[in-house]
Nanobody, 123 residues
């Protein structure tokens, strides 16, 4: 059974940093694209960042230069380093994985999802 488990969320002041982790079990995703999405209260889940098996990345415009997605294939773990956090970054952050090598920015392209971790940025 495939599981994705996120960790690292919490409460931080604006301008602060957090590092999210997503550890996969049940299969390896070293050759597959993975991504981070987020969902704020009352809003739809949205794309944040994605990385393919070769390390190629893509980000939503509002997080470019502040967030960095990376992966450690030996640990089957995905990361999201978030710097210069803003109150509008407050959301539940979800890890997702594809069965494809190619990155994607839309929810239906992802086959596996974690349960999410809360990130709250205070002003």
């Amino acid at each position: 059974q495939v599981q994705l488990v996120e960790s690292g969320g919490g409460l931080v002041q604006a301008g602060g940093s957090l590092r999210l982790s997503c550890t996969a079990s049940g299969r390896t995703f070293s050759s597959n694209a993975m991504g981070w999405f987020r969902q704020a209260p009352g809003k739809e889940r949205e794309f944040v960042a994605t990385i393919n098996g070769a390390g190629g990345t893509n980000y939503r415009d509002s997080v470019k230069g502040r967030f960095t997605i990376s992966r450690d294939n030996a640990k089957n773990t995905l990361y999201l380093q978030m710097n210069s956090l803003k109150p509008e970054d407050t959301a539940v952050y979800y890890c997702a994985a594809r069965t494809s090598w190619n990155t994607a920015t839309v929810l239906p392209a992802y086959d596996y999802w974690g349960q999410g971790t809360q990130v709250t940025v205070s002003s």
